[in-house]
């Protein structure tokens, strides 16, 4: 008796889980990186000691300097140091990314039936607890040394919304550079050469009128000046000026360019 061999079909692998089933492991995979800031809470040293001592520090050395006293120089201080340390903050949503990779922990992941992009997800979720932990510090450090901001209680967790926004937006830069990067101290590395003339040459720790006209330029494009005006609007004045519709636009354009990239370039390395 003859037996019939049918042809072999090539069937596409069936998605590991659908959408609300990868909004809940991303929930799983940013509680789990939650839990490991808990068995290592020298994690969040960057977020809380940063800014209280950056507040203390720049404040006290150069409040009198630029603003005649402490006290004045406070409304353009702190607003500063929120954006300086939650873009600071985001670099270590691709460190985080980078070690993970490095230690095998994905290559466990890819046998588990879960959505292949919920533990880059949920890492980059999961800064975002880190991101309000810094901004209630920083309004907390300034308030206790004599900052009272003029837009109020709505003005300062408007601001907050809007800089967690922006720092989560930065992160999925800082998650790509952790994807293609060989090493957690490349990421570093490399987000720090990129950040830090960011960060100094801008509006954040003396008016750009007194900067040469070349840097004076450059200074006024800055994102980051555009993000520290549009926080001091809000806490300041409680207005929402058009350094915040830049800024949000700014977001949106970095989300839509890099979070496809780097999702895909994390997908085919894991």
Not at 31 to 42: D, F, G, H, I, Q
Not at 43 to 51: A, K, M
Not at 248 to 260: D, E, H, N, Q, Y
Request: with cysteine; aromatic share 10%.
């Amino acid at each position: 008796m003859s037996s019939i061999s049918l042809p072999s079909v090539n069937r596409p692998p069936k998605n590991r889980a659908g959408f609300s089933m990868a909004v809940r492991q991303t929930l799983t995979m940013a509680r789990r990186s939650l839990l490991k800031v808990r068995r290592t809470p020298e994690h969040l040293f960057d977020v809380t000691f940063q800014p209280i001592l950056f507040i203390l520090m720049f404040t006290y050395i150069f409040g009198g300097a630029v603003a005649g006293d402490a006290q004045g120089y406070l409304p353009m201080i702190v607003p500063a140091i929120l954006i300086q340390t939650l873009v600071g903050a985001s670099v270590a949503s691709g460190v985080q990314l980078r070690d993970d990779m490095d230690k095998g922990v994905f290559d466990r992941f890819k046998a588990m039936p879960i959505a292949r992009v919920a533990p880059l997800a949920g890492i980059l979720l999961a800064d975002m607890v880190r991101y309000a932990i810094a901004a209630v510090l920083t309004f907390g450090m300034g308030f206790l040394i004599g900052y009272r901001p003029e837009g109020g209680i709505a003005g300062v967790a408007l601001a907050i919304v809007f800089s967690i926004c922006c720092a989560w937006a930065l992160s999925w830069i800082f998650a790509f550079f952790g994807v293609i990067a060989r090493d957690a101290a490349s990421v570093q590395g490399i987000s720090m050469v990129v950040l830090f003339p960011l960060m100094f040459v801008s509006n954040a720790f003396v008016p750009v009128e007194t900067m040469p006209g070349w840097l004076r330029w450059f200074a006024e494009i800055n994102p980051i000046s555009h993000m520290i005006a549009a926080v001091r609007g809000m806490v300041n004045q409680g207005t929402m000026n058009a350094d915040f519709a830049i800024s949000l636009l700014g977001a949106a354009a970095i989300v839509a360019i890099f979070a496809p990239i780097a999702v895909r370039v994390y997908m085919r390395r894991v």
